[in-house]
């Protein structure tokens, strides 16, 4: 059906190679930024948003949908952008979604060739497919960041709360963790292979954001989320303070670890996300083929459920839920 809508005219896009902030005058730019090429030899771009400002501060990179089905960070940047101008802002924001385009047309997680592109980073100028996209992505965009805000969602067949993954030892990265009051914060060391230990390595004070769910844009934590990631602006001196909060009361866990099964069937989880649970806690049970309880589980020890699979066809080693252990790092 065609829009009877009139639209402004479309502001003028840049192809580039390489992110260069220094050449941009202050203001609000549009780039699709080149990180490798198809089989049809055309370019495949990223769509990268900056807004420079008019006062010198820090560079701000955002990205979302480094896992093409995770979708919630493209609304939740496009949320804050329409919220920020370049006359009241003191430094630069740049924000790329989605950043895994192969896989986000494709509608799945990984990048083309199947590879998870958020295991492989910093990539390889002359690796396999994956590798030489996550190295491009790192050298011709992350590197030029003072700071990293790398959003997410569950993946497939699992449903995650608001929460955030970082390493609450590095005075820096725990600020940002909570100034953005996400539902639940969780210490997590950056992993190898993951864009955050990557950046981490670089110098850059970074953290996850995981917002919601997979292939859908849910309204609240859109809207939640956008207002934590400009309450981090502010705290950075970027942006002066507005009306806009997101909601406090973040639960704190020291470490978190996942539930698995140790068989196959239907899975049950009965917990809800956010839950509090007690050690000893009845959690799951395994329906065979024939509808009867086969296996039951039970928390090992107390905590507070960040995610959870909603998959009921379960195997042995499937995920049951993501349990994090209350208390802040000291």
């Known amino acids: 059906m065609k829009s009877t809508q009139k639209f402004p ?18 203001g609000t730019h549009r780039l699709r930024l080149e990180l490798g090429e198809d089989g049809t030899s055309a370019p495949i771009r990223a769509p990268v948003h900056v807004i420079k400002g008019h006062k010198p501060g820090p560079v701000v990179g955002i990205t979302a949908a480094i896992h093409g089905n995770e979708v919630n960070g493209i609304p939740t940047i496009h949320r804050l952008y329409r919220r920020l101008k370049a006359e009241e802002l003191a430094g630069t924001v740049v924000a790329a979604a989605p950043v895994n385009v192969p896989g986000f047309l494709r509608n799945q997680r990984e990048y083309s060739d199947g590879k998870d592109l958020n295991r492989l980073f910093p990539g390889k100028p002359d ?19 003072d700071y990293l805000l790398d959003l997410h969602t569950a993946s497939f067949g699992r449903i995650n709360s608001l929460y955030i993954r970082a390493d609450m030892t590095r005075p820096k990265a725990a600020e940002l963790a909570r100034v953005i009051s996400p539902q639940i914060i969780v210490h997590n060391l950056g992993s190898d292979g993951t864009l955050r230990g990557a950046a981490e390595d670089l110098g850059i004070c970074s953290i996850t954001v995981e917002i919601g769910n997979p292939q859908r844009a849910q309204g609240k934590l859109v809207r939640d989320s956008s207002a934590g990631l ?55 049970q395994l329906i065979n083929e024939w509808g009867e309880v086969h ?3 039970e928390a090992p020890e107390a905590g507070v459920v960040v995610g959870m699979a909603t998959n009921p066809v379960a195997q042995s080693g499937s995920r049951i839920l993501h349990l994090g252990v209350e208390g802040r790092v000291e």
């Not at 840049?14 to 202050?26: A, W, Y």
């Open 9 to 26: 005219r479309r502001a003028a896009i840049h192809l580039v190679e390489e992110l260069d902030i220094e050449t941009l005058p202050p």
């Open 127 to 145: 690796g396999h497919e994956s590798q030489v996209y996550a190295h491009a992505i790192m050298q011709r965009l992350v590197r030029h960041f």
């Open 230 to 284: 400009r309450d981090a602006l502010e705290h950075l001196g970027m942006v002066t303070s507005d009306e806009e909060r997101a909601p406090p009361d973040t639960i704190e866990c020291k470490r978190s670890f996942w539930l698995y099964t140790d068989g196959g069937g239907i899975l049950e989880v009965f917990p809800s996300l956010r839950d509090r649970i007690e050690q000893g806690q009845p959690v799951a």
């Open 295 to 297: 296996r039951t589980y």
